[in-house]
């Protein structure tokens, strides 16, 4: 397992669609989907994708089986492999809430999200995954896939006055606990 370098905003290769998975259950997706966990996990994130350690791949991995210490409020979200993602809307009702991302270090946004969706996709084995979501969780599933489609976060944010520095927004704020 590698821990790898995540890709900062101004990269280019944050921008780019991801390619679909081609090929399941193969040792070089294995090992994509552990160092992409050994990744995320040493930085104490929230979710990861692929694009993010600069592979042109559609897969994500998001969750936590314990409290996460950059979100002790929120609930947990079940750990998960997806591939191949399409989100669907529940509802048209959205929800604003704070976001960072492990690449845009240090500066956190108001960012709205559909409150309720269906996501679908495949696990590293070919296997098919349909789950719906709410709130944090899915928030999560949305952020993350957005890396995919060559979106980040502030290309999201609608009120400016809600987009700044993690340490002016929230200045008590434990900087270890500061990005997404």
């Known amino acids: 397992m590698t821990i790898h370098t995540i890709l900062k905003m101004g990269d280019p ?88 991302c492990l690449s845009v270090p240090g500066l956190r946004g108001r960012v709205p999200r559909s409150k309720h969706i269906r996501y679908t996709g495949f696990d590293p084995y070919g296997d098919p995954i349909v789950r719906e979501a709410e709130g944090f969780h899915a928030r999560v599933v949305q952020h993350e896939c957005d890396h995919l489609w060559g979106k980040l976060y502030p290309m999201r944010v609608k009120d400016f006055t809600h987009f700044g520095y993690t340490d002016v927004l929230f200045p008590g704020l434990d900087s270890a606990n500061a990005d997404d």
Do not use: C
Request: hydrophobic share 40%.
């Open 13 to 100: 290769r944050l921008l780019r669609t991801a390619k679909p998975v081609v090929e399941f259950d193969t040792d070089d997706l294995h090992l994509l989907v552990r160092d992409l966990w050994e990744t995320m996990r040493s930085v104490n994130g929230a979710g990861l994708a692929a694009p993010q350690i600069g592979v042109d791949l559609q897969v994500v991995v998001f969750g936590s089986e314990y409290r996460n210490p950059r979100y002790p409020d929120r609930p947990l979200v079940p750990l998960t492999v997806l591939l191949n993602p399409v989100i669907i809307p529940m509802s048209s009702e959205e929800e604003e809430d704070w976001e960072g």
